[in-house]
C-alpha cells in the first residue's frame, strides 16, 4: 500500500520527475537527503589516491624514525657508549613519540586539524638536522626527541585521515597506512648501510629532504580532508553504529590489547635494537651485513602489517590478533637455539606474523569506542612507542649485566601471553541503514 509519493522509486515517478525531482519541483525526498548528507554516504568508497598519499608520507615519517636505531653501532664506537646509553637514546625518542599522542588525538578528535601534520613533518625535519650537527651524546638525545615530538603530532591524525579514505574498508585501509610505516622503518638499516656506514654521520644532512617531500605530499591531503568536509563527516557519534558491548567489557577488552600489544613491541623493540649487534657478537658479521639482516627483518615486517588488516576484515580482527601474538611463540622460542642461515629466516617469519597484528588490534579499539578515533589512535600508537622505548632500555640494562643472547632467550617466552585474546568479544560486522546504502542503477 502506498503511504506517500516519496516512497516511490525514481523511475515510477513520471517523466517530469525524473533526474533531480526535489530540484525541479520542490518537492523533498527524505531518502535522498539522507543519501546526500549522511557522513557514511562519503564512505561508500574508498579513496585510493588518498590512502596511497598518506601511506606514503607514513613511509617518509618512519625513514627518519628508523634511521635512529639503524645508526646505534656507529654512534656506540663515536661516543663511547655502553648497551644503557644506547638504550636511553630510544627510551627518549620514544617516550616523546608516546607520551603526547593520546593528548594529540583527543585534542583533534574535538578540533580536527587538516594541517597538523605539516608541523609534524617540520618537528622531524629539526630533529634530522640537529642528528646532523649533534656533537656529544646530550646533543643527540635532544634531536631523536625532536623526531619522536614529530611522530607523535603525525600519528593519530594521519590515522584519522586513513579512516576516512577507507570506504567501508577499514582494517584495509589501516594496512595499507601502516604498510608505509613499517616499509619506511625497513629502508632505514638498509640506506643507513649504503650511506651512512661509508660516509659517517656527517651524510645524515642528506636525509632532510625526505620531510621535505613529506611536507609536500601532507599539504595536498591537507587540502582534501578539508575540501571533502571530512572532519565533519568522522565526528563522535555519527558514522558508526553502537556495537551493544556492556562499558565494564570495552575497558577490560582495552586492557587486554594494551597486554599484547606490550607483548609485541617488548619484543620486536629487543629485534629492532638490538638484532644487529647479536649477528656481530655470535656470527661475526660486520656492520652492514648485519644492517641487510634487519632490513630483511624490518621489510617482513611491512608484508605481515598489510596482509593483518585486509585478513581482519574478510574473517574477524580478534582471529587475526590471536593468531599473530601467539602464532609467533614457536619460533620466537627456536630462535636464540638457531644458526646463522636459520635465524635469519625465522627473524623474518616472526617479523611477519607478530606485525599483521598491529593494524587489526588498532581498528579493533576503534571499534570498541566509536567517536574517539583520534584518542584511541594516540592511546594505542603511543603505547606502542612508550613500550618499545621502555624495553630498549631496560633490554639494554639487561644486556650490560648478561649478553645480548640473553635477553633474545628471555624475550622469547612474551608472545606466550597472546592466550589471552581469547577473552576479547567478539564485535558484530557493521551494517550501514539501507537508507544510506548505495542507490540502484
Known sequence: MRTSPYALPPWRTGPRLRGRPWRKH??????MFKQASSPSAFAQRTVVSVLFAISLSHMLNDIVQSLIPAIYPIVKDKFALNFT??????????LTASI????V????????????????????LAGIAALWQ??????????????GMGSSIFHPESSRIANAAAGGKRGLAQSVFQLGGTFGSSLGPLLAALIVVPYGLRSLGWFMVIPLIGIAVLYRVGRWYKRTQAIRARRPGKSVLPHGIPADTVRRAIIILLVLVFSKQFYLAGMSSYYTFYLMGKFGLSVQ????????FLLAGAIGTYLGGPIGDRYGRKY????????????TLLLPHAGLVWTGILAAVIALVMSSAFSAIVV???????????????????FSFGMAGIGSALLGTLADHTSIEFIFQVCAFLPLLGLIAGLLPRIRPHLPPAANAAPRP
Not at 113 to 121: E, I, K, Q
Not at 134 to 147: I, R
Not at 289 to 296: N, V
Open 26 to 31: 520542490g518537492t523533498f525526498a527524505p531518502s
Open 85 to 94: 646509553q644506547v638504550g636511553l637514546i630510544t627510551l627518549c625518542f620514544q
Open 100 to 103: 603526547l599522542q593520546p593528548f
Open 105 to 124: 588525538g583527543r585534542y583533534t578528535d574535538k578540533r580536527p586539524r587538516p594541517y597538523s601534520l605539516l608541523v609534524g613533518m617540520l618537528f622531524s
Open 134 to 147: 649533534a656533537g656529544s651524546y646530550a646533543a643527540l638525545l635532544a634531536a631523536v626527541m625532536l623526531v
Open 289 to 296: 651485513d648485519a644492517q641487510m639482516h634487519l632490513f630483511i
Open 320 to 331: 587475526v590478533i590471536w593468531f599473530s601474538i601467539l602464532g609467533a611463540a614457536p619460533f
Open 364 to 382: 579493533y579499539a576503534q571499534e570498541l569506542v566509536p567517536g574517539k578515533l583520534g584518542m584511541i589512535s594516540g592511546l594505542f600508537y603511543g
